[in-house]
């Protein structure tokens, strides 16, 4: 158990301070890769909705599998809790409805959160527009609160991991993420070949 | 226009892009013992807003949860992590020359038309974060790559609600295609002719 020693914040080898140092630099490269990849614009992300661009699911599920091989083989390694990595707790019915308003939202605005902050970074003034929009939704949310909590926070089946569900271990988790990925993409790229078929692109 | 901002400067390939930013997501958890987010800290800045303006904002359940462990709500991880995100998108903008003033959006599309679906689409992500506890940052990433049944039921559940009204804002987002095979027919009448 020596040996056990992240995540470092967690485990007290990190300050407060040196904590949010790193936050800081977490999301100074963080936000460059988003501007490499194109994160940063509306149009190739709401592109996905209509099977003009994959660049999206690709680099998500590309960003998921590698996080996750980390996690499997720093863990086999003994030097990684994963049950010390911040998951939030599945609650099933405000998801699904929180899923659905979010994608609504995401092809009006082309934007989730993360990207916009990038996005203004790179001088787009739809992605300002945007954030103002989402302050304001917060000051909504706040309002009505009181009337949606009960909702907000029900069906919370706590922390829940596909293993809990399919059986098996940590790497049962991981085999079916993988397949899971892979699968998106794959299916997402005959879609589109069907979306687009005989189509001069 | 756009094109010749595309053709002086790639993009990096998106399975690379995929390896380097899962690697930082990585990096993250095992310092910070959690991922990325975005969300947050907006939720955070409107409610530190709203106290200022008048403390009796505390008595909002949702509000009062954010100052349970400082008298500020920025006083947090995601939202240094967030102004990071900020100054990372503009470092490489600038770097790659690609920082310009503008929206983007379909060439024929009206640009209120933009900013309205802009704001408004705001305010439904923001509502709807709330509900999921995150965004496709602290929910989709973080959860997908910590193996979160919860994460998979918004993802799905996400792009579900994106098609279901893609119909609806085709013209904001897609060219019209009809001005590319004009120019082909033409291009054939002559070659016919």
């Known amino acids: ?201 | 226009m756009e094109n010749e901002i595309v053709k002086c400067k790639k993009y990096w390939n998106p399975y690379v892009g995929g390896i380097v930013m899962g690697t930082l997501l990585f990096l993250t958890f095992a310092i910070a013992s959690q991922g990325y987010g975005a969300s947050g800290t907006f939720a955070r800045a409107t409610a530190q807003f709203l106290v200022n303006q008048d403390a009796s904002w505390l008595e909002n359940a949702y509000i009062a949860n954010y100052f349970k462990h400082s008298d500020n709500a920025l006083n947090n991880w995601t939202v240094i992590e967030t102004i990071g995100i900020l100054i990372g998108g503009f470092l490489s903008a600038v770097l790659a020359g690609r920082f310009i003033f503008r929206p983007d959006k379909a060439a024929s599309y009206s640009l209120t038309g933009r900013y309205f679906w802009a704001f408004t689409g705001g305010m439904v992500v923001a509502v709807a974060s709330r509900l999921a506890r995150g965004c496709t940052s602290g929910q989709g990433l973080d959860g997908m790559a910590t193996f979160s049944v919860g994460a998979w039921i918004f993802m799905f559940a996400t792009f579900a609600g994106a098609l279901l009204l893609s119909p609806l804002f085709k013209k904001q987002w897609v060219d019209d295609e009809q001005a590319a095979p004009k120019k082909v027919s033409l291009k054939e009448g002559l070659n016919n002719g």
Not at chain 1, 74 to 97: E, H, K
């Open chain 1, 1 to 201: 158990m020596d040996n056990l020693i992240l995540p470092l914040y967690r485990n007290g080898f990190l300050s407060s301070e040196a904590n949010f140092f790193f936050a800081l630099i977490m999301g100074i490269t963080f936000g460059f890769v988003l501007e490499r990849t194109g994160f940063t614009r509306s149009k190739l992300i709401s592109g996905t909705f209509y099977f003009k661009s994959l660049a999206v699911p690709k680099i998500m599920g590309t960003t998921v599998v590698t996080a996750a091989t980390w996690f499997i083989i720093f863990s086999w390694l003994g030097w990684l809790d994963i049950s010390q990595l911040y998951t939030p707790a599945t609650y099933v019915w405000p998801y699904v409805v929180g899923g659905l308003m979010f994608g609504a939202g995401m092809v009006m605005a082309g934007y989730c959160p993360g990207t916009a902050v990038a996005g203004l970074g790179t001088g787009k003034t739809d992605a300002l527009v945007f954030l103002l929009g989402v302050l304001a939704g917060m000051f909504v949310y706040f309002i009505i609160y009181p009337y949606v909590s009960d909702f907000a926070n029900s069906s919370n089946l706590g922390v829940l991991k596909l293993h809990d569900l399919f059986g098996g271990n940590e790497y049962t988790s991981f085999i079916i993420t993988v397949i899971l990925e892979t699968s998106i993409i794959l299916f997402m790229m005959l879609l589109r070949k069907i979306a687009n078929t005989g189509k001069t692109v």
